[in-house]
T-cell receptor, first 114, second 113 residues
Framework: GDSVTQMEGPVTLSEEAFLTINCTYT??????LFWYVQYPGEGLQLLLK?????DKGSNKGFEATYRKETTSFHLEKGSVQVSDSAVYFC?????????????FGKGTLLTVNP | DGGITQSPKYLFRKEGQNVTLSCEQN?????MYWYRQDPGQGLRLIYY???????QKGDIAEGYSVSREKKESFPLTVTSAQKNPTAFYLC????????????FGDGTRLSIL
């Protein structure tokens, strides 16, 4: 079945540091890939998405590229801020193509210190 | 503004009681979902519904029930059969287009007294 493996946290960085959170997936077909962010006590917000190989999703300085050859969708940001502290989830749309169901990674807690 | 409303934000249950969590959306989405979130385990799918009057079990449906009588509403009942109900519950919705993401509510935290 489909699965997502993401970098285990917690990750602690200083402000303005470079961020990478690794995400790899197992799926058949051509699923869409997503990164969601969860701030404390809140639901999930879509951060970015990519729907086909070599697509780059970007939002708020975050980027991720859909790499089919390495089955990866790593999240990056060049300079993190304290306000980026949150839990980040990588997710995979079901590979049947409908993307009705999402498979989530376990989440990575990011803490950014001033 | 369109969105998903979950209520209440915090809910307490006594042993042996059923409780119902509310999820309402005004996004005109056909598909709706319930997830359970536990620390370190990510999100696990409980039930989902692709259309009114139809729903399917997810990966951890035991001890839960749902209904979908209206497009905008997808309530989740946590029954007494669910032996470990303490968790954060998230509702989501989606339009049918395959590339569109799921949108989430702010969640309900359920605790056992």
């Amino acid at each position: 079945g489909d699965s997502v493996t993401q970098m285990e946290g917690p990750v602690t960085l200083s402000e303005e540091a470079f961020l990478t959170i690794n995400c790899t997936y197992t799926a058949t077909g051509y699923p869409s890939l997503f990164w969601y962010v969860q701030y404390p006590g809140e639901g999930l917000q879509l951060l970015l998405k990519a729907t086909k190989a070599d697509d780059k999703g970007s939002n708020k300085g975050f980027e991720a590229t859909y790499r089919k050859e390495t089955t990866s969708f790593h999240l990056e940001k060049g300079s993190v801020q304290v306000s980026d502290s949150a839990v980040y989830f990588c997710a995979l749309g079901d590979s049947g193509g409908s993307n009705y169901k999402l498979t989530f990674g376990k989440g990575t807690l990011l803490t950014v210190n001033p | 503004d369109g969105g998903i409303t979950q209520s209440p934000k915090y809910l307490f249950r006594k042993e042996g009681q059923n409780v119902t969590l509310s999820c309402e959306q005004n996004l005109n989405h056909d598909a709706m979902y319930w997830y359970r979130q536990d620390p370190g385990q990510g999100l696990r799918l409980i039930y989902y519904s692709q259309i009114v009057n139809d729903f399917q079990k997810g990966d951890i449906a035991e001890g839960y029930s749902v209904s979908r009588e209206k497009k905008e509403s997808f309530p989740l009942t946590v029954t007494s059969a669910q032996k470990n109900p303490t968790a954060f519950y998230l509702c989501a919705s989606k339009i049918p287009s395959s590339n569109q993401p799921q949108h989430f509510g702010d969640g309900t935290r359920l605790s056992i007294l």
